[in-house]
């Protein structure tokens, strides 16, 4: 306490320091304790004295019960929790000057029996020029300086980062807890800004952060590309703010402010209806970072932040694109045929190195199908799919946890083959599938592969009945009631001539041939 002490029985201020004191007749406890200390004692709070049971009382020091100190005492003052003389605790200024005080009187120690350094309850009202203590009671002031405390921000209410798992297809999606976030300034009722900065997003174009009216109690207003408004949809709230979108590339930056310092309420509202929207069709799987700090004017908040976490679904069937659909098998070929090629094209717009597919079939489809004839085959380069073929349904199975591409390349290599000596003739459809990992199929492909059959057989004459000819006249032998004309070919190729020919005949008058005409058959005999 800077203070001049004067005592008239002395020739100067200073004659006899040693036997100068105060003593402490009130103190103001309104914004925190007065304590004191002597002889390195630890301190304790200033009291009125003490009742027979203990009790305190009075509280505080009075005039008639007051507090000695001298030289070798110190007296400080602990302010209450987050107050300073500037402002008030919830940060604006004080509306009168507010100093905490302490009342004290001078104490000439040298007068005999006037009390000791530390003694409490002493009577200080008898007092007069010559006495012991000051007839004037002075008070002693303290300032708490104010100390601009940074702004507080809390993004669920208890962590300083806020997790968001966004799922796939989620159009919006809250990036704060929205009833969670909090913004606080012990020394600042209000804000000069909010900064949120997404610093990378993986799926340019497609990613945006917005703010949500759905339930947030505020109103959005669309400017333009780089510019929203933002006001309280309760009229009686008389605050706006201006979300102002910063051009970046492959990043998001938002300064969210106003033409005033607006208050806190105000921030923490517009804060909570923050939204996440990615509307890529099959997004990255790369984590998000999206900051935020306050600035209220002097100082910035400590930095919080929302980690987000795309969460991919398997929400699309696979597709198989064929450019070539007919082929032709060539009866009794050494080789397989190849009814697959580069041509064979597999997508899926789901993320493939994530999600797998798990199969394919490749099947006969015609009823007209004899088991274990035609054979369905595939070469396979991967250690996660196996083939197998069932004869009895002519059926190609491909089954395994792999990327499409190990499929492809699978797909590529399907082979067609009959080993038949005389083959079905009828036109072969096969049909192709692909399964994902949630057993979605793709759409079926089908190629066709015809027969070509190859007149590989003559025609031939079984059954030669013999007959024994009476000799009569005009006899006649149905020597061909009897024969079998058969051919091995199942191809439709006609029998375009025969030949019939009596050998060893006596007459040529007398013993030859006839034989009646027959749907495009002619007969022509030559005797």
Same mark, same amino acid.
């Given at each position: ?7 008239? +029985? ?34 304790? /709070? ?6 027979? $049971?203990?009790? /305190? ?10 507090? %000695? ?27 009168? #000057? ?38 004037? /009671? ?32 989620? %159009?919006?999606?809250? !990036? ?22 997404? #610093? ?14 759905? $339930? ?13 408004? !933002? ?24 300064? %969210? ?94 993320? $493939? ?120 006249? $005009? ?8 024969? +079998? ?43």
């Amino acid at each position: 306490v800077n203070s001049t002490y004067y005592d008239p +029985d002395y020739a100067t201020p200073s004659g006899v320091t040693y036997l100068m004191g105060v003593a402490v007749v009130g103190v103001d406890r309104t914004f925190g304790d007065w304590q004191y200390s002597c002889n390195n004692y630890p301190f304790q /709070i200033f009291i009125g004295g003490i009742l027979e $049971n203990g009790a /305190i009382y009075p509280t505080n020091p009075t005039p008639a019960k007051a507090t %000695l100190l001298a030289d070798t005492c110190r007296i400080r003052f602990v302010p209450h929790y987050n107050f300073n003389t500037v402002r008030s605790p919830n940060g604006n200024l004080w509306p009168s #000057p507010i100093q905490p005080t302490i009342a004290l009187r001078a104490w000439d120690r040298s007068v005999t029996g006037s009390g000791t350094v530390g003694q409490i309850t002493v009577d200080t009202t008898h007092s007069d020029i010559h006495g012991a203590f000051g007839a004037e /009671i002075r008070n002693a002031s303290i300032t708490i300086v104010d100390v601009d405390k940074l702004p507080v921000l809390t993004l669920d209410g208890t962590e300083d980062e806020y997790l968001v798992n966004y799922p796939q297809n989620r %159009l919006a999606y809250p !990036i704060v807890a929205p009833k969670g976030l909090t913004v606080h300034d012990e020394d600042n009722a209000t804000l000069v800004a909010a900064y949120i900065n997404q #610093p990378a997003t993986y799926d340019a174009g497609y990613e945006t952060i917005t703010f949500s009216e759905n $339930n947030t109690g505020i109103v959005v207003t669309v400017v333009s590309s780089n510019k929203t408004v !933002i006001t309280s949809s309760n009229p009686a709230d008389a605050w706006n703010l201006t979300a102002h979108y910063l051009e970046q590339i492959d990043a998001i930056s938002i300064v %969210l402010t106003s033409e005033a310092p607006m208050p806190l309420a105000a921030y923490q509202t517009v804060l909570r209806a923050l939204i996440y929207t990615n509307n890529f069709i099959e997004p990255s799987n790369s984590t998000r970072h999206v900051f935020f700090t306050l600035f209220d004017g002097s100082k910035n908040s400590t930095v919080r932040q929302t980690t987000i976490s795309t969460v991919l679904t398997d929400s699309f069937a696979p597709v198989i694109a064929l450019s070539q659909r007919n082929f032709t098998f060539v009866m009794h070929q050494p080789h397989d045929l190849a009814i697959t090629t580069a041509d064979v094209n597999l997508t899926d717009i789901d993320t $493939n190195e994530y999600f797998f597919m798990t199969g394919a079939t490749v099947r006969e489809l015609d009823a007209e199908y004899l088991p274990n004839t035609d054979i369905l085959n595939v070469t396979v380069d991967s250690a996660r799919i196996t083939a197998s073929f069932d004869a009895a349904t002519a059926t190609l199975f491909l089954d395994g946890r792999a990327p499409i591409w190990e499929y492809e390349r699978a797909l590529r290599t399907v082979t067609f083959f009959n080993g038949e000596d005389e083959p079905q003739g009828y036109t072969r459809h096969i049909e192709f599938r692909l399964f994902d990992s949630v057993n979605r199929s793709s759409d079926p492909q089908v190629v066709t592969v015809a027969m070509f059959l190859i007149n590989a057989y003559p025609a031939d004459i079984v059954n030669e009945p013999e007959f024994f000819m009476i000799q009569t006249v $005009n006899y006649t032998a149905d020597i061909g009631r009897y024969l +079998d004309v058969t051919d091995r070919d199942v191809g439709n190729f006609p029998v375009t001539n025969a030949t019939i020919q009596l050998i060893g005949r006596l007459s040529t008058e007398f013993e030859f041939l006839t034989a009646l005409p027959a749907g495009a058959v002619s007969v022509w005999y030559d005797y």
